[in-house]
């Protein structure tokens, strides 16, 4: 199962990213994040973990980071990992944004009906606001 979406925001690509390597941002422009922290550079390969609000910290990791382009980060569930993939792709002098969020494993039909919802609910929101703090 996957959540997707996207919007244009009126800022380059790089300018997108920067807020992405930002990471102690996240929580200014992100209404469902408390916290996020990185132990070291925002590369690939790089741990840390995610508070969303109203729910327990979770460990993440960088799985690829292609600047100013792209990045994901994977979370493990029980026998179900969450994939968090967001693509950035240039349309003149501004930027498509696309947040996406996989669920794959065993149990990934059972934790995209307890938490899908939630995340489906949230996105929109997300997006807005990275769009909102991009921009001003």
């Known amino acids: 199962m996957s959540i997707e979406h996207r919007i244009r925001i009126e ?5 997108i990213f920067a807020i992405y390597q930002d990471v102690n941002s996240w929580a200014q422009w992100d209404p ?6 990185l132990e070291g550079e925002f590369a690939s390969g790089t741990r840390g973990w995610l508070k969303p609000v109203g729910a327990p910290k979770t460990a993440t990791r960088m799985v690829s980071v292609v ?3 792209s990045f994901t ?10 994939t968090f993939e967001h693509e950035l792709v240039a349309v003149g002098d501004a930027t498509d944004a696309t947040h996406r969020v996989v669920f794959s494993g065993f149990l990934a039909p059972l ?7 939630k995340i489906r609910n949230g996105i929109r929101g997300t997006m807005e606001g990275l769009k909102q703090y991009a921009e001003s």
């Open 73 to 82: 980060v994977e979370a493990k569930l029980p026998f179900c990992v969450m």
């Open 32 to 37: 469902d994040i408390e916290a996020v922290e």
């Open 11 to 15: 800022r380059t690509s790089e300018q």
């Open 67 to 69: 600047e100013p382009a």
């Open 111 to 117: 934790f995209s009906r307890v938490i899908g919802g």
